[in-house]
């Protein structure tokens, strides 16, 4: 196999069948891309690029269980957001309304219970979605809760792929003003779910 000229689900194909030159080649072609999302997102230059070299560590072991039938680099992004997710929940840190913070609060550390950050959030998420009218948050909920392609969602909607584009972009505009209330750390965990594509 000429692994330069072969396609990506050709090299996916392969590394499924243990070629690990495969692997090698989809590492070289997307690692800068998943890496500049993860470092976008993590400050942590090593925690970020940790990520992202366990993405494609994490494809080659799973290999036999993960089904890609068209598009790698969108499957490789949908991955990257969710571990970035992971990593950013896992943070210590506390969502409270901005205007409830005191002084002590910014420069005392804060142990927050995991379990009530994850309900915070996903209580935030749920408000911020419900406030989009009913064909952005459609389009919002095939796009990443159900993980479909822009040109999938358009043909499921009878919409073009740039209606769907801006119902996103309008609809992520829409949950940031409505989250303008909490700290950063939701507003950015809403923000990664609309990552742009590879």
């Not at 396609?7 to 392969?14: C, G, M, N, P």
């Not at 969108?74 to 992971?86: D, E, F, Q």
């Not at 829409?174 to 989250?179: H, I, V």
Request: glycine share 2%; hydrophobic share 40%; aromatic share 8%.
């Amino acid at each position: 196999m000429n692994y330069k000229q072969a396609s990506d689900i050709e090299l996916w194909q392969s590394c499924r069948k243990d070629d690990k030159k495969a692997l090698a080649e989809l590492f070289d072609r997307y690692f800068p891309k998943v890496y500049a999302l993860t470092s976008r997102n993590i400050k942590d230059s090593m925690a970020a690029e940790e990520l992202a070299m366990d993405l494609f560590f994490k494809l080659w072991q799973k290999r036999e269980q993960i089904t890609i039938t068209d598009n790698v680099p969108a499957y490789l992004l949908r991955s990257a957001k969710n571990m970035v997710i992971n990593h950013l929940q896992k943070q210590t840190i506390v969502c409270v309304p901005v205007d409830a913070l005191h002084e002590e609060s910014l420069v005392a550390p804060v142990q927050a219970d995991q379990g009530i950050l994850t309900t915070e959030i996903e209580h935030n998420y749920r408000n911020a979605l419900d406030g989009l009218s009913p064909q952005r948050r459609e389009v919002f909920v095939l796009s990443r809760e159900e993980n479909l392609t822009y040109s999938e969602i358009a043909e499921r909607m009878d919409l073009s792929v740039n209606t769907v584009k801006n119902y996103i972009t309008a609809a992520l505009t829409d949950m940031r003003k409505s989250m303008s209330d909490y700290t950063a750390v939701t507003v950015l965990l809403i923000g990664l779910l609309y990552a742009a594509s590879l």
